[in-house]
């Protein structure tokens, strides 16, 4: 199994542009995490969505944030337009939220740097 | 609101037992005490978890005191490659697995 994949790992762009940030969760995990991690604010949960569901969004920043989950096997977090404090690395985790308890696999992470 | 208390920074000599403490005096009966960490510049990595009873896995045992107040992580034989963020964390039963990070304690294992 090739773990949690994002892409791209590394993304500079200017201030105003339109940032696109991609996962791919682990084959028949159920629930996907962003993460977004500043030397500032450390690890911050952003959304989550589980079963291709947004569940929990209240860690979202704004409204230039966005994420969507159109199916099991993919998630986009989209920044509109992006600005130089969103500059952070994001991370992708997946987990299979059953009865028992079981652990987030998370991804290499994107570093975004917004100039 | 913070759940956890964790020193900032630890050293460890190679080869030793490293033991990590965390603070979870507010912990409640359906809370477990997780642990990950974060090797610098790659996604958290879970290590162990527990809800009353001490667990032991093929990288750490966790010892959670009888009150459950506070537990200590315990990487036996400490190499360089443990030198990361070392996160522990209370978790709801129901909570969706929805984690919350602290500062988490950083561990330096030196030659």
């Known amino acids: 199994d090739a773990g949690v994949i994002q892409s791209p790992r590394h993304e500079v762009t200017e201030m105003g542009q339109e940032v696109t940030l991609r996962c791919k969760p682990i084959?028949?995990?159920?629930?996907l995490f962003w993460y977004r991690q500043t030397m500032m604010r450390g690890l911050e949960l952003l959304i989550y969505?589980?079963?291709?569901?947004?569940?929990?969004d209240s860690g979202m920043p704004e409204d230039r944030f966005s994420a969507k989950m159109p199916n099991a096997s993919f998630s986009t977090l989209k920044i509109q337009p992006s600005e130089p404090r969103d500059s952070a690395v994001y991370f992708c985790?997946?987990?299979?939220?059953?009865?028992?308890?079981?652990?987030?696999?998370f991804g290499p992470g994107t570093r975004l740097t917004v100039l | 609101d913070a759940k956890t208390t964790q020193p900032p920074s630890m050293d460890c000599a190679e080869g030793r037992a490293a033991n990590l403490p965390c603070n979870h005096s507010?912990?409640?009966?359906?809370?477990?005490v997780y642990w990950y960490r974060q090797i610098h510049s790659q996604g958290p990595q879970y290590i162990i978890h527990?809800?009353?009873n001490n667990e032991t896995n093929e990288m750490a045992s966790l010892i959670i005191t009888e009150d459950r107040k506070s537990s200590t992580l315990i990487l036996p034989h400490a190499t360089l490659r443990d030198t990361a963020v070392y996160y522990c964390?209370?978790?709801?039963?129901?909570?969706?697995?929805?984690?919350?990070f602290g500062g988490g304690t950083r561990l330096m294992v030196k030659p």
């Open positions: 969505f589980n079963n291709n569901v947004p569940i929990d």
């Open positions: 964390i209370v978790l709801m039963g129901n909570a969706g697995n929805m984690l919350t």
């Open positions: 084959s028949g995990h159920n629930s």
């Open positions: 985790a997946s987990s299979f939220s059953g009865p028992s308890h079981n652990e987030q696999f």
């Open positions: 507010t912990i409640s009966g359906n809370e477990y």
């Open positions: 527990g809800l009353k």
